[in-house]
């Protein structure tokens, strides 16, 4: 389930005398966010340098996002042929264990950051993108569907460094 909420960002002082940023709710509800969410500054950020980056994410992000149902590895047993509805852009660029989402063994999320799609790298599939675009088709496939599919992006990979899934591919 995606859960959005809108946020202002402030400038707060550590006890150190160092500038951090905090992300404070305004609206919505995050169950899965508890306490408070705060970017640390680089040494030597100086208070109008921390007030222009407070300025600049209020300007520029219009709220957070937060996934609690993609496939990331846990104890418990869930279904995985159920992919989430949409990538998870809020997470990329955080190397994390998630469960492939071609043959649901362990893997890596390798997604960069503003990436439309997910990277994900497979002990047994490889490494593999799924383009934004074909999101949509590739979480309604069958895990059979999904599998021809990666054969099919390996096929047309060309010079590529790894298969990129795309509409064509289904």
């Avoid at 989402?101 to 890596?108: I, K, M, N, R, S």
């Avoid at 593999?128 to 895990?143: K, T, V």
Wanted: glycine share 8%.
């Amino acid at each position: 389930m995606t859960e959005h909420a809108k946020f202002t960002f402030t400038v707060k002082e550590h006890s150190s005398g160092t500038w951090w940023i905090a992300a404070e709710q305004l609206s919505g509800e995050m169950a899965n966010i508890n306490g408070l969410i705060g970017f640390d500054l680089a040494p030597g950020t100086t208070l109008d340098q921390a007030k222009e980056i407070a300025k600049y994410l209020r300007q520029h992000i219009r709220g957070l996002s937060s996934r609690t149902d993609l496939a990331f590895q846990s104890n418990e047993q869930e279904d995985w042929e159920s992919a989430p509805a949409e990538p998870i852009s809020a997470m990329h660029g955080a190397t994390m264990t998630v469960q492939c989402l071609v043959c649901t063994g362990a893997a890596g999320d390798l997604t960069p950051k503003n990436f439309d799609g997910y990277v994900i790298g497979c002990p047994s599939c490889g490494n593999y993108e799924i383009a934004g675009s074909a999101w949509d088709r590739f979480r309604n496939a069958s895990q059979q569907a999904r599998a021809a599919a990666l054969g099919k992006a390996a096929s047309l990979k060309g010079v590529a460094r790894w298969p990129t899934i795309k509409s064509v591919c289904f």
